[in-house]
């Protein structure tokens, strides 16, 4: 994203929104384990904003709910720190001779925290709901590679209709029949939207995303609403991922300076993103603190709808906006260094990451040049009022966004200014709705170590219209066919070559102007012990300890 998951990205984008090896190791004041003088019992206070909505897997699209969502789901497999996969609820996941059909067989004995069993059925029900346009899922596009999403996507069709590509053998055994040979499936169960729903969740979808049963390593304890989220162990979960601590709290934020001077405090114990005003100096504080290459891949939309951004002259525009985007100033300048100019929509840390795509020089700096093709823009129809880039305040983004306004205006001579909302809720919101009205801020880091989790999820036509993270709703033939073919390929450098076809294409149309590669930029107090950070560029939750 999910936000940087997928709006955050930002899921897959939130987002997000990656997979890479973030731990501490290597970092300055780090300290790894510290078990001799930690208490398994102490609750340990993280930051976090308010989740933009209730916490249910496949509706989850924001970083905000993604941090907790996956702290109270467990899923077939998990990621460790460097990307490789982990088997969780699974044991196997095995293709046929194409890639077309798997056989998933799951651990026998698994449990919701209620005590409900966990079967293959209950994975076939939770995906056939989030794939299911009548229950109006955000991560219904990623289940669209699964035979019989297509008869599934009626908004006003049967809520409890199956995808027909799922066949449950036994309880510890599922059939899954693709619509096309995918060799990234094993990968992709690995996103947010595979979790597993008890049956509870079904009869109020809603209320349940206020109060959530999983099988994950924590319960919810308590959701204050803007003010903090509390989790405690689940005494149930038998997975890889056992909690160290007593409980994670979620202290919820509306501004990152805020959450910064309570870690100075001793108020919270672990901060997950410096803010841009404290980049230049954190690190000469008395924390434990953490600067690493991530996952984040950062740029901003300008959605397809927007007046004068279609056809020829929109193409005009939106590569003079990338070449007057200052990136290397803004990095030095503003972040401190803590980020690296973007050459591809992917990640530094995921296969198949590229220095030297045809049409990655349209994200050099280049005024000149920018101007030019704003004028031959202007000659197709002449360019009328401001330019703006929404973000929001809790983001702690405003810096740099004043930067990116600055160098499109300098370049181009246009008026261009920051939307500013409130929360990155009300922003989520807005870009969900198609309100915006104007270009924004996005982030992407995929729920899975797989170039098609960046891809697919936020620029196949299957992942616009509120159907994933194609929030921009670009929609290329010639895009979705290039992805097509990679994801028949059977092996991953098979795919590589189609990806970044897709991706040079992408230079081409440019649905969002890629900005650079965000680093993992962290930091706890000295309390805190075993701090590790996943592929995700998150902190490890379970493995945190605090000294009692």
């Not at 699209?61 to 969780?88: N, R």
């Not at 005590?115 to 669209?144: D, M, P, R, V």
């Not at 994933?468 to 097509?484: E, P, R, T």
Request: aromatic residues 10%.
């Amino acid at each position: 994203m999910k936000n940087s998951r997928r709006t955050f990205l930002t899921r897959a984008a939130v987002a997000v929104l990656a997979a890479s090896s973030l731990l501490l190791a290597g970092c300055s004041n780090a300290t790894s384990g510290q078990s001799a003088s930690t208490s398994d019992k102490a609750v340990v206070t993280v930051n976090n904003v308010e989740p933009a909505a209730g916490l249910i897997p496949s509706n989850t699209d924001d970083l905000a709910g993604w941090k907790v969502v996956t702290q109270l789901y467990e899923g077939l497999v998990t990621f460790d720190a460097s990307g490789k996969l982990v088997y969780a609820d699974a044991t196997s996941i095995t293709p046929n001779a194409d890639a077309s059909k798997y056989t998933i067989k799951l651990r026998s004995g698994l449990v919701f925290s209620d005590g409900e069993k966990i079967t293959a059925s209950t994975y076939a029900k939770s995906w056939s709901f989030a794939a299911n346009a009548a229950n109006g899922q955000l991560g219904a596009a990623i289940f669209s590679t699964i035979k019989g999403y297509d008869a599934l996507q009626d908004e006003h069709g049967d809520k409890n209709a199956q995808l027909s590509g799922l066949k449950v053998i036994n309880d510890t055994t599922l059939e899954v029949t693709l619509a096309a040979p995918d060799s990234s499936f094993p990968y992709k169960v690995g996103d947010v939207a595979f979790l597993p729903l008890p049956n509870s969740a079904y009869k109020d979808i809603d209320a349940f995303g206020e109060h959530p049963v999983g099988n994950g390593p924590y319960k919810l304890a308590s959701w204050s609403h803007d003010k903090e989220i509390n989790l405690v162990p689940n005494p149930t979960y038998t997975g890889p991922r056992t909690a160290k601590n007593g409980g994670v709290t979620y202290e919820l934020y509306t501004s990152l300076d805020a959450a910064y001077s309570d870690l100075l405090a001793g108020n919270l114990d672990v901060l997950d993103s410096i803010p841009s005003s404290a980049l230049k100096t954190y690190k000469q504080e008395q924390l434990q603190t953490v600067s690493k290459a991530g996952p984040g891949f950062k740029s901003f939309t300008i959605p397809q709808s927007m007046a004068h951004f279609s056809g020829k002259e929109g193409k005009l525009r939106r590569a003079a906006i990338a070449h007057a985007v200052d990136r290397e100033a803004i990095i030095k300048k503003v972040l401190y260094g803590t980020a690296t100019r973007a050459t591809d929509f992917t990640a530094p840390t995921i296969a198949g990451y590229s220095k030297i795509l045809a049409g990655a020089s349209v994200l050099d700096y280049d005024a000149s040049q920018a101007k030019k093709l704003w004028k031959q823009a202007d000659d197709i129809n002449q360019w009328k009022g401001t330019f703006r880039l929404a973000y929001s305040t809790d983001s702690g983004n405003k810096p740099w966004i004043d930067a990116i306004c600055n160098s499109i205006t300098n370049a181009l001579g246009i008026d261009a200014q920051p939307l500013i909302f409130s929360t990155s809720k009300e922003l989520s919101t807005a870009i969900h709705n198609r309100t915006v009205g104007a270009a924004f801020i996005q982030g992407l880091q995929s729920d899975y170590p797989h170039p098609e989790g960046y891809l697919v999820q936020a620029y196949d036509s299957a992942s616009a219209d509120g159907k994933g993270l194609n929030n921009g709703d670009y929609k290329s033939a010639a895009f979705d066919a290039l992805i097509d073919q990679a994801a028949r390929q059977t092996t991953l450098d098979g795919a590589i070559g189609y990806y970044h076809k897709a991706e040079e294409l992408l230079f081409e149309d440019l649905p969002v102007i890629p900005l650079w590669y965000t680093n993992v930029t962290a930091a706890a107090g000295k309390q805190v012990g075993s701090l590790s950070f996943n592929y995700m560029g998150l902190p490890d939750y379970y493995r945190l300890t605090v000294k009692s």
